[in-house]
């Protein structure tokens, strides 16, 4: 941390969290409900242990990391992604077409229009039963071969919208190298009427190229036998030497696990219509804008990054736990645990020096509701610190769920005075972030999808680490080299 402004920040927020735990403040005695909404989506902070001074000691501190300047930085194709040198511009799959971004001196819309041009026309295909395979009937089953990035955002989206996938097609999902898991998966589906989606974005995931060759074999050698892949990846190159004909791009200024915007997601395409796609695209879009220009005080991504710092760095709490009170939303957490874990959990900070501060959070969850008769008593009395965001669908308001979730939320943060039987008593504090969706739509998801990332960006600049590499995946994969046999479709 060699900013001297950004030391003083920090020293003065050291100092508001130590006067903040000799009072034992709780989130009733901060007599200020905050609520902000943008996008579809609203977000009640009351319930955090903070004062509007610590939030203002927050955003002086984001100031001091120029967090303004790296947004624009982020979203204009700047090189964010120092270590592996070139930007990270997963805002360009949802920017408008007429817009110029530009990578290494050329505008990437144009390919960025085109790719979306092929999604449209694969789902539009795959919809009207006019992509046949090589029997001569129409797909009616999709799976999606693909691990990480490449499975779980499309795997969160296809649940998310389940109202309103189309239901004369069926969805699945392929990802690991689970001995018996793609024969579990195809065993009652037909190889006539089967396409599968290959994403992979350099096309040597070890697990993908295994479940590859297996959907190979189920297929067989047959006239028109290329109409059951697509091959999704930013090495078209690799995907062609191995017998693959249709091919989406994507590029390697789009991390794996900020692929959800781009063909990465076909089969969410092919299950919503290209519409709902390009609405879902819109919402994305429209956060993107919100975090470029609202001010810190009213902006999502930048709030619940800042209390999130506030609340591992000053509070010592390290566990972030998710709980949706929607089952459409069990996905979310996955997901969004991927796109954390994998992005901030980083030691080495932006000058390859060990940071000596805390970074990402540990985050968990799952179903609210079942949480109750699983690991809430420990959030009730138990002894590790915990923060959360729980979230409801506003759609549910009168629903027993929400109602749940509402008695959650006042037990963890008010805490239970049992003084006459002290084996009752629940002391609360707990920080939580309530999130209502407004509605589950593709354009909510959307949204929501960008809020976490934008989160996500904006701790990393505060914690001046790269959100962007993932060098202890990589020595991992060295760990286990193994050569990849070259598959042929014919």
Known sequence: ???????????????????????????????????????????????????????????????????????????????????????????????????????????????????????????????????????????????????????????????????????????????????????HTVRCLNPETTLFIISSKSFTTTETLYNAKKALAWIGHHDNAKQHFIAVTANPSKAGALGFDTIIPIWDWVGGRYSFCSAINLISAIALGYDAFESMLSGARQMDKHFQTQNFSSNLPVLLALLGVWNINFLSIHNHLMLAYAAQLEQLVPYVQQLDMESNGKSIDQQGKAVNHATGPIVWGGLGNQAQHSYYQLLCQGTHKVAADIITLKAYDEQIINNMASAKVRVLSNGVNAQENPAHFIPGHMPINQIELKDCTPFTIGALVAMYEHKIFTQSVIWGINPFDQPGIESAKQQFKTKAEVFELS
Not at 92 to 108: E, H, K, T, W
């Open 1 to 183: 941390m060699n900013n001297q402004n950004k030391q003083a920040r920090w020293a003065e927020l050291d100092t508001l969290s130590s006067a903040m735990r000799s009072t034992q403040a709780t989130p009733s005695k901060l007599n200020e409900a905050m609520s902000v909404s943008a996008c579809n989506l609203t977000i009640d902070f009351s319930r955090q242990l903070m004062t509007p001074e610590c939030l203002a000691a927050l955003s002086k501190l984001a100031d001091a990391c120029k967090l303004k300047s790296k947004i624009n930085d982020l979203l204009s194709g700047a090189m964010v992604n120092t270590s592996e040198k070139r930007p990270a511009l997963h805002t360009a799959l949802r920017a408008p077409s007429s817009d110029a971004i530009y990578v290494d001196g050329q505008n990437v819309m144009p390919e960025v229009t085109e790719a979306r041009c092929e999604i449209e026309r694969i789902s539009s295909l795959v919809r009207d039963s006019k992509w046949l395979g090589y029997s001569g009937m129409p797909v009616t089953d999709i799976v999606n071969i693909g691990i990480g990035g490449s499975d779980l955002g499309p795997r969160f989206c296809i649940q998310a919208l389940r109202d309103q996938v189309s239901t004369h097609l069926n969805y699945h999902f392929v990802s690991d190298v689970d001995p018996l898991g793609f024969e």
